[in-house]
C-alpha cells in the first residue's frame, strides 16, 4: 500500500485572475464573469489532468480583488466534479475550532473523501480589525493557538468509531452511542466538548496541509501536517528545507513519507524559450508601482513601503511579529544577496512572490521539475499559474504531458480519495 | 413590480429523515446514501415543483442525528440546480459577524442571488460546551448580540456600491476605491471594519429569515427580516401573531408586505382520508419514549424531563434563558388546555413539534392553507415533510398540483433570484 512514490504530486494553487500582480490587466484574463464560473472551468480543466488537487488561499479581510470563501466555493465545486481534491485555507486565529472541523468534514462527506485543509495561522494584519481586535495577534501566540486548535479540530473529527451507525430500525436504534466519543478538550485557548455533528471522513479525515515555514512554522508542520507547502527560491535551499522536515518528522515518531513536501512553483511557459520570455515580460510590463508596492510590503511581514525611495535599496526591518517570518527571510536575504532596490525587489516577486520560478519551454520546466524531485528537494509542486485560464492551460498542455512521457506523473486516477491520490495512508 | 400578491410563497424545510421524530424507522427512509444525495434528490424535487426555496436548520451540537453543515451543503446544491432559493441556518450566538456575512454573500455569488440566511439565537444550550463557555448565554443577551450581528452582517453586505468595479485593464485601475466602503462598526459586541472581500450579491444582498417568536423575536424580526418562519397551532393564533407582526413592521417604518409570514406546517397526505390517518398512525407506533422525551424537553426550553412519570401532568416549568420560549409557551399551553400527560404531550408534537398540522387528502390539506393565506394568518408555508423522500413527495406531488389548479402557487419560475421568487424588492 505504501510502496515507495516515484511519481511527482501536483497541485493547482489558483487564484482569480492567476499569480502575477498584475495577471487581471492581462488581454486574456476574464474579469467579468462570476468567480464560480470561472473556478468551475479552471478545476475541470485540472481534473482532466489529472492533479491531485486543487489549492485555494484565503484572508479575512478584503486584499486586492473580492472573490469568494474558498470553502464554500470548493463544496459547489464538489458536484462538478469526481475524482479531484479540494484543499482550502483557514486560519486557526479568527476563527473556532468546532467551526472549522464541521466546515471540513462536511467538505468532506459531500465531496465523497477529497477534503483537505490548509492550516494557517494568518499573515494578514488587517484581519484583526474584521474581529474585534486592535492589533493583529503576534507571532508566537498565534502558533500556540494554532497547536491547541489542530488538536481539537483533529480530536473532533475522529469522534466517530467503526459501527457508530447501527441503523437498525426495528430495534429503535439509530446511533450506538458508546462509539460516538466526547472530545472533552481543555486547555489554554479552547474548551470544546464535542462530538462532531458530522458523520465520519470518507478518507478517515481530511488531509492537513500547512504553510508555514518559520522554525516554529515547522515545528508544527512536523508534528501534525501531511502536506507542507512552501516557498523556496533556489534549488540548494529547497533540499536544506526538506531534509530538515524529514529528520523533524521522525523526531515526532513518524514515518518520513507521511509527510508531503510541496514548494509552489510560478512557471511561466511557451513553445520557446523567447515565447516564454515574451509572456514574462509582457506581464512585468503592466505592472504599476502601487500594487508592486503594496504586495512586497505584504510578503515582507506587513510593512508600508510607501515611504521610501523606489530605487534606494529594502531598508533594516524588525522581525516581522505580524505576517510571514520565513518569507520576510527569504526576501530579505534575496534583496541583501543581489543588491536589489525596493523596485527590482517587487518586480523580482511579482510573479512567484519568492517560489521557485521557471521561465520557458515545457522540456526546460519539466527538468526543473525533475533536478528537484529526484534530488530531495520536493515530493510534488504546487502549481502557480500567472495567469487564469491562459497560464494554467499551459502547464496543464504542455508541461503535464511531459511529466506524463517521463513517468514521473499519473495518466489516470488510481484511487478516489485525495489521500490516496498524495500516497497518504488512510487518516486515523 | 410590487403588486399586491395573490400567491402564496412555499418553501421546502427539509431534514435528513423527516421531520417525524420517528422518520429514521420509517420503512421508506434511507439511512445509509451520503447526506449530499438525499439532500440533492429533494432539491431537485422541489426545483421542479417551482418552490420559492428549501430550507435547511442548524445547531453547532450533536442533537439525534449527525449531518452537514447547512452552507457548505446548499453551496453544493447551488451547483446542481439553478432557480431554487437556499435558505441556510446558522446562529448569532456563536458565530462571528464577518464570517456569517462572508459565507452568506459567498453562497450568494456562487448561486447567482438564491442564498437567505435564518438568522437564529441557539436553542440548543449544548451548543455552549463547544466554544468554551460553561453556560448558554442567556435569552436577552442572545438578542442583544443577535442585534448588533445582524447590523454588522447588513453593513458589510452592503459596503459595495454601484460602480465600485471599474476594471480598466487599460488605465491599471481594478476598483474605484472610492466606492468600496469600511463599515467600521463600534458597538458593545462587535467592533468590525470592513470592507467585505467577497463581490456584491445579485439580488442586492441575501434574505434575511428569523424564526424567533417571543417578545424580543418579534421585534428584532419587524426591525429586520424579510421573512419569518414562525410555529403556530391554530388559525386564532396565527391570525393574531400576522396582525402583530404587521404591525410591528408598518411602527418601524416599513411597508407591511416587506415582511413575509410564513408559519410552518406538517401535512401528512393521503388519496384518502384513512390513507393519511394510516400514514399517520404508522409514524407514532414508531416513536420511543425516550426519543419523544428528549424531543419536547429540548422543545420546551431545554429541560430534563426524565425524572418524571410519563403519564403524569408537565410539571410547572420556570421561563426559560436557554431555549425558545415562545416554543415553550406555545406547548404549556397546549398541554394546560387540553389536559394532555408528558406522553401525550410528546405524542402530540412529535411530527409537528406545534406547528400547524394537517393529517388528510390533497384537498383538504389545500383548503386549510387556502383558508390561512385569505384570512389573514399566512403569507406563504414552510412546509415541514414527515419522511424524506416519501413525505416530501406526497406534498410536491399530490398538494402544490392542487394550489397550482386554485392559482394560489405558481406553475414556472419568472425570476431568477429568492428577493424575486419571494415578492421581496432588490436587497438595498
Ligand atoms: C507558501 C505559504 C502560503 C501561505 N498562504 C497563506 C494564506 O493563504 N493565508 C494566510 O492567512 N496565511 C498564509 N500563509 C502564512 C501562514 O499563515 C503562516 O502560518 C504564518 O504566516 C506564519 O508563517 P511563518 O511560519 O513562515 O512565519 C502562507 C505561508 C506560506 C509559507
Ligand atoms: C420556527 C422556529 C425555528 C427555529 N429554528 C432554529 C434552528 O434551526 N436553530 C437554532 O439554533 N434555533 C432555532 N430557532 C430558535 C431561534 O434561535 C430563536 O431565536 C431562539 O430560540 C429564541 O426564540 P424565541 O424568540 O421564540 O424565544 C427556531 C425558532 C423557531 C420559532
Chains 1, 2 share one sequence.
Not at 19 to 29: F, L, N
Not at 152 to 181: I, Y
Not at 210 to 238: H, K, P
Not at 248 to 272: C, K, N, Q, Y
Request: net charge negative; with cysteine.
Amino acid at each position: 500500500m505504501m510502496a515507495a512514490r516515484k511519481q511527482l504530486s501536483l497541485t493547482a494553487f489558483l487564484m482569480r485572475h492567476g499569480h502575477h500582480v498584475a495577471a487581471w490587466r492581462h488581454p486574456d484574463t476574464d474579469l467579468v464573469s462570476p468567480p464560480f464560473e470561472v473556478y468551475r472551468d479552471a478545476v475541470q480543466r485540472a481534473e482532466r489532468a489529472c492533479l491531485d488537487a486543487v489549492f485555494l488561499a484565503d484572508s479575512v479581510a478584503l486584499t486586492g480583488a473580492p472573490s469568494v470563501e474558498p470553502v464554500t466555493l470548493l463544496s459547489a465545486l464538489a458536484a462538478v466534479t469526481s475524482r479531484i481534491g479540494l484543499v482550502a485555507t483557514a486560519t486557526t486565529t479568527y476563527n473556532e475550532p468546532y467551526t472549522v472541523a464541521r466546515q471540513f468534514a462536511s467538505l468532506d462527506s459531500i465531496s465523497n473523501g477529497r477534503a483537505g485543509w490548509n492550516l494557517v495561522t494568518s499573515d494578514n494584519a488587517a484581519e484583526a480589525a474584521n474581529f474585534g481586535r486592535e492589533r493583529h495577534v503576534d507571532h508566537a501566540a498565534r502558533y500556540a493557538r494554532a497547536r491547541e486548535f489542530h488538536d481539537v479540530v483533529d480530536g473532533l473529527w475522529q469522534g466517530w468509531e467503526e459501527g457508530a451507525f447501527v441503523n437498525d430500525k426495528a430495534g429503535g436504534r439509530l446511533l450506538d452511542s458508546a462509539k460516538v466519543r466526547r472530545l472533552d478538550y481543555r486547555g489554554e485557548h479552547f474548551a470544546v466538548s464535542g462530538p462532531l455533528n458530522v458523520p465520519p471522513s470518507p478518507q478517515g479525515k481530511p488531509v492537513v496541509v500547512q504553510a508555514g515555514s518559520s522554525e516554529t512554522g515547522r515545528e508544527l508542520a512536523a508534528a501534525t501536517a501531511d502536506v507542507v507547502f512552501t516557498a523556496q527560491a533556489t534549488l540548494a535551499d529547497a533540499q536544506a528545507f526538506y531534509r530538515d522536515m524529514k529528520g523533524r518528522v521522525e523526531r515526532h515518531g513518524r514515518a518520513p513519507d507521511s509527510l508531503r513536501i510541496m514548494p509552489g512553483i510560478f512557471a511561466v511557459v511557451g513553445t520557446s524559450e523567447q515565447e516564454a520570455q515574451d509572456k514574462f515580460g509582457l506581464l512585468q510590463g503592466l505592472i504599476e508601482p502601487g500594487a508592486g508596492l503594496a504586495l512586497l510590503g505584504r510578503m515582507i511581514g506587513n510593512f508600508d513601503l510607501s515611504g521610501y525611495p523606489l530605487d534606494g535599496p529594502l531598508p533594516d526591518l524588525p522581525v516581522t511579529q505580524d505576517g510571514q517570518r520565513s518569507r520576510q527571510q527569504l526576501l530579505t536575504a534575496i534583496a541583501q544577496g543581489e543588491n536589489l532596490s525596493i523596485r527590482q525587489l517587487y518586480e523580482r516577486i511579482a510573479g512567484g512572490r519568492g517560489h521557485f520560478t521557471v521561465i520557458g519551454t515545457p522540456e526546460q520546466v519539466a527538468d526543473q521539475m525533475q533536478a528537484w524531485f529526484e534530488s530531495g528537494a520536493a515530493d510534488g509542486f504546487n502549481l502557480m499559474p500567472p495567469t487564469l485560464p491562459g497560464g494554467l492551460d499551459d502547464v496543464l498542455r504542455l508541461v503535464v504531458p511531459e511529466l506524463q512521457r517521463r513517468g514521473l506523473f499519473r495518466t489516470r486516477y488510481e484511487g478516489t480519495t485525495l489521500r490516496s491520490h498524495l500516497g497518504l495512508r488512510e487518516g486515523k
